[in-house]
């Protein structure tokens, strides 16, 4: 079983908020986000082809800023997975020989969300909105690091307004994200139109 066939049981049980495929999460990307106004719960995909190497930097980008983490593997995966998962990560795990998802474990709350993480999730400029916000002189004219270190550093911004911002404008940009899709779709609909008339008028040569 493949990831995609993977993806396609999961989203039906992603209710309310909006979900978002291979959002880039630290050094890595999350296959499937599903954000909603309360939470943020990162899922990772492993089918059959699939290799767990990459799973402890997954799941420390994961942790970092994901209110819930969940891994969604086929059965093969979870002999080798489960002892490198905390308790708090939840498991869904795909068979063979059914249609749907089989709950191995609920994911539990994850407290070791970190605001600079968190807040990278955003672009820049939005982050810099923010702070000028909550009354940060300055804050245009800082660099990406220096925003890092300051969040790292600070006490005056709460984790839980920052968390609510990132959810906020992650959920606002879905409409923007979609627009983009499709025009990439017709672009690349267009090259493969222009490459088959080529190779129609070079047959005919």
Known sequence: MND????????????GG??????PTGTTRADVVHITEAFMHGYEVKGD???LQRVENQLRCYAEVYDFVT???TEKHLPKLLPRLPEWVGVLVAPADDL???QHRPAGYNATVQRAPLAALLWVEEIKQFLLARGLAGASTLRQREIAHYLRT???I????LAQYVRERLMARLPERLALREVRKAERERLAGIRQR???RAKQR
């Not at 909006?18 to 959002?23: A, G, P, S, T, Y």
């Open 154 to 156: 600070t006490h005056t």
């Open 198 to 200: 080529r190779a129609a």
């Open 18 to 23: 909006v979900v978002i495929d291979e959002l």
């Open 49 to 51: 082809g699939d290799t």
């Open 158 to 161: 709460s984790l839980s307004s």
């Open 71 to 73: 891994f969604v593997v």
């Open 100 to 102: 749907g998802l089989r």
């Open 4 to 15: 995609p066939e993977i993806r396609a049981r999961l989203y039906p049980s992603l209710v």
